[in-house]
């Protein structure tokens, strides 16, 4: 899987958001990769911290996936994005 990852120190600074920590980064595809270890079976704390973000986090990834997915459990939101071509798990 490719991740993209953005630097939240580069937006802070550009923003005049004030000191920043530039080893911060965060993936835009977060819903994906989050509902891809889903689909592989990892637990919510389990993907956070392979993905280095808290529980919450990945929580509130999968609930916006499940929810666009129009499904709603957890998996069945893995098996519809993975027949869907979505995710590869």
């Given at each position: 899987m490719r991740r993209?990852?953005?630097?939240?120190?580069?937006?802070s600074a550009h923003h005049?958001?004030?000191?920043?920590?530039a080893t911060?980064?965060?993936t835009i595809?977060?819903?994906v990769e989050?509902?891809?270890?889903?689909a592989r079976g990892k637990t919510s704390a389990e993907i956070a911290k392979l993905l280095d973000l808290s529980k919450r986090t990945v929580?509130?990834?999968i609930e916006n996936a499940?929810?666009?997915l129009g499904v709603s459990t957890r998996i069945q939101a893995?098996?519809?994005?993975?027949?869907?071509r979505l995710i590869e798990p």
């Open positions: 993209t990852v953005v630097s939240v120190g580069a937006a005049g958001w004030g000191s920043y920590d911060k980064v965060f595809n977060a819903p989050t509902l891809t270890w889903a929580d509130f990834h499940r929810t666009k893995a098996v519809k994005a993975a027949t869907g």
